[in-house]
């Protein structure tokens, strides 16, 4: 067996070298990122001081250690020989380009569904997603997200793609589930967007598709549902135990919208509504509002306030995000608010005094789902 690691460990460190980046992900494991190889250097090393600058983004990917030294006494950081690998260490600032993050746009309205039952809905929707989580194998619902579903999303480019699967592969082969939630936040990928547009367009139609699912199946409720792989990417955020320490409970958090006119008019005072995808907030509010477009006449800027008040609601992915400045504070999708108020506030955005309009939101009580 030892003879066996080696041999693979060799084959790692031969792809790294190579800047093989098919064979890196072939052979990489958990014990082999941070090992030292006979030259004094570690994976990390070995592609910073060669320049290669996709080789060390994978392993960032794959938490290489920054911090280990050497024979010369350098971090990897210190070896590398060009600014360009340099700057992939240094603190990462999402970029106005991707304001869509923080900021909701015309068709999301249609994001939202608002009834009077929708506390029965909201719970009956997050029971059978937990059943899921209980009934299926880890591994295979990770495997559907991947193979069932990130396979079929046409991506702008094969490198995004391989920075998901990346993330994936970290989170199925590792046991890390930290790796969704990068996969989530990972800047210029439009993976995010893509999963929010899926699970906005089923809704809460998953339901149905999944009992026909299981109906083909022959009733095997220990296999992963089909053509659901947003939603199970939801159900593992919401149910795996290494996410509770970072949900929080009776929270404010901030997103904003730049929306019609039409559009914004479908909002009022008392309705309720419930999230069909996950909504990307921050409990800083200058982070929500340095995003809202202001510039933009044929659209009404807006910021929402969300009161959050119950437990697996709100997830504190800040440690977690790519990028951590965000201050990022996740949503669940089929979370129930109503509408407080709605109200005309003049602020300061970007240097610029505007009138933008409030719509705060308090999560409803879940002793009434």
Known sequence: ???????????????????????????????????????????????????????????????????????????????????????????????????????????????FDSYKNAYRISYENREHMKQWFLKVPLKKLLDEIDIGYIEKIKFSSEKCKDEIKDYLQLTIEWEQPAGLIAAYTSGGTGFCTVLNYDLAEVGSNFRFIS??????????????????????????????SFFK?????????????????????????????????????????????????????????????????????SLYIEELSIFSEGKEVLIIPFTVFRIKEIEDVDMLIDGKSCSIKVLKLAECDSNLL
């Not at 022959?218 to 955020?237: C, R, V």
């Not at 929080?248 to 309705?271: A, H």
Request: charged share 20%; proline share 3%; net charge neutral.
């Open 211 to 240: 009992t026909q699912n299981l109906f083909n199946s022959g009733y095997l409720d220990n296999e992963a549902p089909k053509s659901l792989g947003g939603h199970i990417f939801a159900a593992i955020l919401i149910n795996h």
């Open 1 to 111: 067996m030892t003879d066996l690691l080696s041999c693979q460990s060799n084959a790692f460190y031969l792809s790294c070298l190579n800047n093989d980046l098919k064979n890196v992900r072939k052979t990489i494991k958990p014990s082999f990122i941070n090992q030292i190889d006979p030259n004094g250097d570690t994976a990390l090393h070995i592609a910073c001081s060669r320049g290669y600058i996709e080789l060390v983004q994978l392993l960032l990917r794959y938490h290489a250690s920054q911090t280990i030294q050497n024979k010369e006494g350098l971090t990897a950081e210190q070896a590398a020989v060009n600014d360009e690998i340099k700057d992939l260490f240094k603190y990462k600032e999402r970029s106005k380009s991707d304001s869509k993050h923080f900021v909701a746009t015309t068709t999301e309205v249609e994001w």
């Open 245 to 313: 320490p970072y949900y929080r409970t009776n929270i404010t958090t901030y997103r904003g919208m730049s929306i019609s006119q039409d559009d914004l008019i479908e909002y009022k005072i008392n309705d309720i509504v419930m999230t069909r995808t996950f909504l990307s907030t921050s409990y800083d509010e200058n982070m929500a509002k340095r995003f809202i477009p202001i510039n933009d006449n044929k659209k009404q800027p807006v910021l929402c306030i969300y009161k959050v008040k119950n437990p697996q609601t």
